[in-house]
Structure formats: C-alpha cells, structure tokens
C-alpha cells in the first residue's frame, strides 16, 4: 500500500501552515538498543495523537482540553541510520554528502563545505544533529509547549530505580518559532511569498518520487526535512542605508515588489506595474504575478538574495530545478546569563531530494559562499556575518503506513 505524506506539511490548496512551532531533538542513551528505542517511539506517538485529541494523560478523556489543531511529524536524522540492525537500507537522501558536519573549534565551521554561513562563536556542538525530530505545529503556544513537558514527564518515568541519573532518551534540545501574518522577517523585508504553489506543484516538490527513491518503495511519498536555526544580525542590517539594502534583497522594503534594475545614480528601481491600483503590498490580492521575481533583470539585481535563492528552473518536480517548500517561522531567544536577545529564522524546507536546499547553500552561483546575497567579493562591514547558524540538521520524514503504529516503524527489526 502506498504511503502518504506526513500531517504537518502544508502542500494541499486551503492549507496554510499552524502559527507556533516547535522542533523537538530526541537523543537516545549511547546504550539504548533499537529495540527499545522503537518501544519508546511507539509510546510518544501514542502519547501524542492523545494529545492531538486534548487528552492528557492525568486527566482523562472526561476532562479533554482543546489541542488548538496540534500537529505532529517524525522525521529521523543521520545518527539513526548508523545503527547496524535496521530492517531497512539507508534511504538515498541521508547519504553521508546531505550531513551538517559539527562545528570544528579550531578551523572550519561553515554549516556546509562551500556555504557562507557559519556557527556563531559560541556553538560548541550541532544539536540537530541526533536522530530523531519532532515537528510540532499548533495555534496557540501552549499547545506545543504541552507535548514537550509530557514527553518529559513520559521519559522522566521511564527512570530506573536502580540507575537514578539515566534516562534511556532524553530531549536534547526544542527549537520554538512562530509563523507571522505579515509575511516579513526581522529585517523588515517580505520573507516567503515567492513559494511553490499549493496543490500538485508543491505535492511534485516535497514527495519522494520512484526516480528519486532508490528503488526503495516503501520511501514513496516520504519526504525530507531541512532545518537550520538561523540568527540574524540587525546591528549589521541597520547599517545599510534601505537603497543598499533593497539590491541585497530584491525588493522594495515596503511594497515588497520585485526590483527590475537600478538607474545612473544607482538608485533601485521596482517594477512600474506593482502593486495594483487600490492596494499597497505585494501580499494584497491582484499582485500575484509579482510575488516571483522576473529573471530578466541586470546582473546586479541578478545577485540579490531573492535571485540566488531562487533561479527559477522548470520543471519544478526535477531536483535540479532546485525549487523547495519552504515554511519558515521566525525566533526570539533571550539569554539569562548574557543578557543577549538573539532573534532570526528557524529555515524549514520539505523536498523530494535534500540536495534541491544543500546545493542552493553551497554552489557559488547560487548562495555558496555568502551568508545571505550580494556580491561575494563586496561583503564587507559584517555582511558576511549577517545570517549565522545555530544548528542544521536534514532528516528523512517517512510516508504513514495505515497499518503503521507509527511513521517509519518498518525501519525497526521488531
């Protein structure tokens, strides 16, 4: 029977992703068998289609809460397929090319070989990097928040009496964001609109297709997930004069229409037609045309972000069209001991091939070698430090099996 795409990937019309995310790291102990790391994974999913229902555990079905259209997905990281005892091979996307490598302290510490975006000084280890995720998605913070506390209460539980300091799994790490209404990012700028259309387009892009699976059937309308936690630098941004910063973009700052060129003073300069008549954004209904930028403009509008990020390959569903769904929502983070806000994007991106998003990082006529656009042999004052990395991980998102007690079971020798 063939499988379908997990909840939680927003490709159908009329769906649009849930407004607080969560992306929840799970770390086995070094000693935790397969065996036992199925069992576990069973008893979370049931745990959390529980809470899909409002039920918490210590409460009941008679006391339900609203679970605020919680969704869950499983996706499994690089560390899960190195254990020698699964039922399955190695799906082709989680080739060992596709891995985010951990931070090197003394030399190289580029998220990928090739790509212009580095871990902040302060990374010491790639908390993405473990072997399974949980994408949580909900309308209201609580609802997310929930299931972390009772996946910790769950693990908690699973203590030994007679080993009091281990705990066969352990939440490694939970990465909050949230989606915004006004489609722009930190930097002010309209983020995401230029996105593969909803329906067979988007469908064709994130599910693995029999060209792409490797002769592994069981893939089919699977997927596979890339998550980068990304900071971005507004001290740098701020000192970029909003010219400057349009033809780093693409875009004007507050339209959001596409740029078509610059004039002799060098001067950005939108497309005349956008927006329409009666409205003021490139989001407001009617401007459409111009949420994908033309690919007929001069060469230095040619190396903005929104350019290079997307070159506008057909057709869509081959991988070297390099098009992804993307669904990215924005963080904030306080330090306590700092006293350092750090804000910017958690990058999430569903694809049939994880090389569609590694080779936009890395190839040098995409975003290889810059942290966010430009010209590569002009970026100074900071502006190769704009965007950094605070973890990067890819994992394989499998397809649910009706018969499955949950996404990937067929993976587990059981």
């Not at 973009?249 to 003073?265: A, F, I, N, Y």
Request: aromatic share 8%; charged share 25%; with cysteine.
């Amino acid at each position: 029977m063939l499988g379908q795409l997990q909840e939680g990937i927003h490709w159908q019309a009329g769906s649009k992703p849930r407004s607080y995310y969560k992306l929840i790291i799970l770390k086995p102990s070094i000693d935790l068998s397969t065996s036992r790391l199925y069992f576990h994974l069973r008893q979370i999913w049931l745990l959390c289609q529980s809470l899909k229902n409002g039920v918490i555990p210590s409460l009941g079905a008679n006391y339900p809460v609203d679970p605020e259209s919680l969704q869950v997905l499983i996706g499994y990281g690089h560390k899960f397929f190195e254990r020698s005892d699964l039922a399955q091979p190695t799906p082709e996307g989680m080739a060992q090319i596709n891995r985010f490598p951990q931070p090197n302290e003394t030399s190289e510490r580029s998220i990928l070989p090739g790509s212009g975006i580095v871990y902040d000084p302060d990374v010491k280890y790639n908390d993405a990097d473990e072997e399974i995720a949980l994408q949580l998605l909900a309308d209201s913070p609580l609802a997310v928040h929930r299931v972390q506390v009772e996946i910790n209460k769950y693990l908690q539980a699973m203590r030994e009496e007679s080993i009091p300091d281990y705990l066969p799994l352990t939440i490694a790490k939970a990465f909050d964001g949230f989606g915004r209404r006004d489609k722009r990012s930190w930097i002010d700028f309209h983020d995401g609109i230029s996105n593969l259309r909803k329906g067979e387009e988007r469908r064709q892009v994130v599910a693995i297709k029999p060209d792409n699976a490797g002769g592994q059937d069981w893939t089919l309308n699977g997927s596979y997930m890339v998550f980068m936690r990304l900071p971005v630098n507004l001290e740098i941004w701020q000192q970029i004069p909003q010219n400057d910063q349009e033809i780093l973009v693409g875009r004007t700052k507050q339209s959001g229409c596409p740029l078509t060129g610059v004039d002799s003073m060098g001067t950005a300069l939108p497309d005349p037609r956008c927006p329409v008549n009666g409205s003021k954004e490139v989001i407001e209904p009617r401007n459409e045309q111009f949420r994908e930028p033309s690919s007929v403009v001069p060469d230095l509008i040619k190396i903005s972000h929104v350019q290079r990020a997307n070159h506008h390959r057909a057709p869509v569903f081959k991988p070297d069209s390099r098009r992804i769904y993307r669904q990215g929502f924005e963080f904030l983070e306080e330090e306590e001991i700092s006293d350092v806000t750090k804000i910017g994007l958690n990058f999430v991106s569903f694809q049939d091939d994880p090389d569609r998003t590694l080779f936009i990082l890395t190839h040098p006529d995409w975003l290889g070698n810059l942290s966010f656009g430009g010209d590569p042999n002009s970026q100074g004052n900071g502006l190769d430090r704009l965007v950094t990395a605070r973890a990067a991980g890819t994992f394989f998102v499998p397809p649910v099996h009706g018969n499955s007690p949950f996404p990937g079971a067929e993976m587990f020798s059981i």
